[in-house]
């Protein structure tokens, strides 16, 4: 079956622009999460969406960073005024938080490499 | 807080010689525990899982790893190392119940020797 899927897969803007990375979840998962890749910093936990309760926001970095998730599937990463600092691999992942047992983990996607100029 | 520390960040082993990567974690509660491969330029692949039960825990290609709750350890292993093992791999703890996000380790570069 169809796993995670994100877009673009490569993404070079210039400082001070905004950016949008798109993530499709595997189709009936109902959690999804994005995460940070960067040489200095490793994986970090960015933000978490739970079907309808309101998101975990509390890796986020900055108020630069947003994201939303739209009819509990796809979900957007938005970087404001991109900075240098920014340039990552940004990867999502999407679990299944339903049905007997539950599975726990998580599922990523190839992830989009921002680099920011 | 939760924490995962990997203490080696390169693995040198020849093809055929088991293989162990090496990770430590620190989480309060019960520690649901897993372990995940990179391939360059692609995401994360997952291997196996601890979550309850056996502490041996077997996952894809042959690989398992053992939940050791007094050392707070999950050691990943392979009993005979491919060349095609060769990868980054990555241990990941969270805490069992409401929070739901992955705390992962520095990662650690496995080269297996042909």
């Known amino acids: 079956g169809a796993g995670v899927s994100q877009s673009p897969s490569n993404k070079v803007t210039e400082k001070g622009k905004d950016v949008e990375l798109r993530c499709d979840p595997i189709?009936?998962?109902?959690?999804l999460y994005w995460y940070r890749q960067s040489l200095g910093q490793g994986l970090e936990f960015l933000i978490y969406f739970q079907g309808n309760s309101a998101p975990d926001k509390s890796g986020l970095p900055s108020d630069r960073f947003s994201a939303e998730r739209t009819g509990g599937s796809v979900s957007t990463l938005t970087i404001q005024r991109t900075q240098q600092e920014d340039s990552a691999v940004y990867l999502c992942a999407s679990s299944s938080q339903q049905g007997a047992p539950l599975s726990y983990e998580q599922y990523f996607g190839p992830g989009t490499r921002l680099t920011v100029t | 807080a939760q924490s995962v520390a990997q203490p080696e960040d390169q693995v040198n082993v020849a093809e055929g010689n088991p293989l162990t990567v090496k990770c430590t974690y620190s989480v309060s509660g019960n520690p649901y525990l897993f372990w995940y491969v990179q391939y360059p330029n692609r995401g994360l692949q997952f291997l196996l899982k601890y979550i309850t039960g056996d502490n041996l825990v077997k996952g894809s290609y042959g690989f398992e790893a053992e939940f050791n709750k007094s050392q707070t350890s999950f050691h990943l292993k392979k009993p005979s190392a491919l060349v095609s093992d060769s990868a980054l791999y990555f241990c990941a703890v969270r805490r069992g119940g409401s929070a739901r996000q992955l705390t992962f380790g520095s990662g650690t570069q496995l080269t297996v020797l042909p």
């Open positions: 189709s009936g998962h109902t959690a």
